[in-house]
């Protein structure tokens, strides 16, 4: 039986932990800041797909992930008991302005194609109820999702604990196979050491609103993430800032993000803001995934880099892990290896 070591429980340290769980291997998962204490403990939880055109291994992978998270969170729930705050309820886009609506419907196209008629990316006259547009069109696909961030970590933690997983502050002495998903904190550790940008941190800021619009989709305008949560909240985000003097206040950028907000969405128009977050999320150079045998660290791995798709990627970077670590099968595409972002001078 395997042992392993995952260091980190962000989502992709805890969902790589459970998808090696799932395997038969004893799993701990060490983590000294608490589950989800870095960029995985946001508020938006947008599972949303690629545009369907120019495909690749980043689109097709994601478009997997994003189907196989349905039945891996109803797994976490009925494991856990708790409610990771997962629903399909689809999106719609306000389409602007004229010349967009072409291209809007040539990916309604693409959609039958790469989505394998699964899912459906269609443009249809705007619910000015739900998001007003000045073309009186919007698009709407039904392959994209929600979660709750913090309420899907913790399930996770708790559904790895309940099956004989254990989360704890210390490395254990025992010999184990490691696993290195400490977010930003990683991808510095491994720039450092090779004098070269291998990933950074980008902050993000996001709010929380009062406002319960069960069963919505979400929206996206002008640049702004609307999620609905089924618990009477809305998530709206986020900001991308590569310089910042402060990674963990909000200012100024956030109001901008929450009035596009209420002028993309009437129902929050007078809603209170109830949580304002912020927060680095990891990016490698490559700007996907980062999966693989770790750089620095002989006989370890690393799996890093999510950045804003961490939640609706990790689904399938877990089980292309467990892979990879427990079955020695390697299915990650090129693109998403360490070397795609290291200098040439330091990829084997």
């Known amino acids: 039986m395997a042992q392993i070591t995952v260091h980190g429980a962000g989502i992709f340290g805890l ?8 395997r038969g291997a004893t799993v701990t998962v060490v983590e000294r800041n608490g589950v989800a204490s870095g960029a ?10 690629h545009t369907p055109e120019n495909w690749n291994d980043k689109k097709e992978l994601q478009f ?10 109803a797994n976490v729930a009925e494991v856990s008991g708790q409610d990771p705050g997962y629903a399909r309820l689809g999106r719609v886009q306000p389409v602007l302005e004229d010349t967009q609506l072409a291209l809007a419907r040539h990916r309604s196209d693409g959609a039958d194609t790469h989505w394998r ?11 000015p109820r739900i998001a007003p547009s000045p073309t009186g069109f919007m698009i709407r696909d039904t392959l994209t999702a929600r979660i709750h961030p913090h ?10 604990q309940a099956k004989g997983g254990q989360i704890t502050t210390a490395t254990p002495d025992r010999p184990a196979i490691e696993i290195w998903a400490t977010g930003v904190t990683g991808l510095i550790e491994i720039s450092e050491a090779l ?6 941190g980008v902050k993000g800021q996001a709010a929380l609103l009062d406002c319960d619009l069960p069963g919505l989709p979400q929206v ?13 909240t809305v998530a709206i985000g986020s900001t991308s800032e590569r310089d910042y003097a402060d990674a963990q206040t909000t200012d100024a950028q956030l109001d901008a993000v929450i ?47 999510g950045f804003k798709i961490g939640f609706g990627m990790a689904p399938i970077c877990a089980e292309l892990m467990a892979d990879l670590v427990l079955e020695g099968i390697d299915r990650i595409p090129d693109s998403f290896k360490p070397e795609a972002s290291l200098p040439k001078a330091a990829a084997p």
Not at 117 to 127: I, P, Q, R, T
């Open 15 to 22: 969902s790589v932990a459970w998808a090696c769980l799932q």
């Open 40 to 49: 995985s403990g946001g508020l938006v939880g947008a599972l949303a797909p």
């Open 64 to 73: 997997q992930s994003l189907v196989m998270a349905e039945a891996m969170w």
């Open 117 to 127: 008629g699964l899912f459906s990316w269609d443009v249809v006259e705007a619910d």
């Open 151 to 160: 309420r899907a970590t913790h399930a996770l933690a708790a559904a790895i």
């Open 195 to 200: 004098n070269a940008t291998v990933g950074n």
């Open 220 to 232: 996206f305008a002008d640049g702004v993430h609307i999620v609905p949560h089924a618990d009477g």
């Open 259 to 305: 009035a596009k907000a209420r002028a993309a969405c009437p129902a929050l128009a007078r809603a209170d803001v109830i949580a304002r977050w912020a927060g680095v999320r990891p990016r490698a150079k490559s700007r996907a995934p980062m999966l693989g045998r770790h750089p620095l660290k002989d006989g370890a791995y690393i799996a890093n880099g």
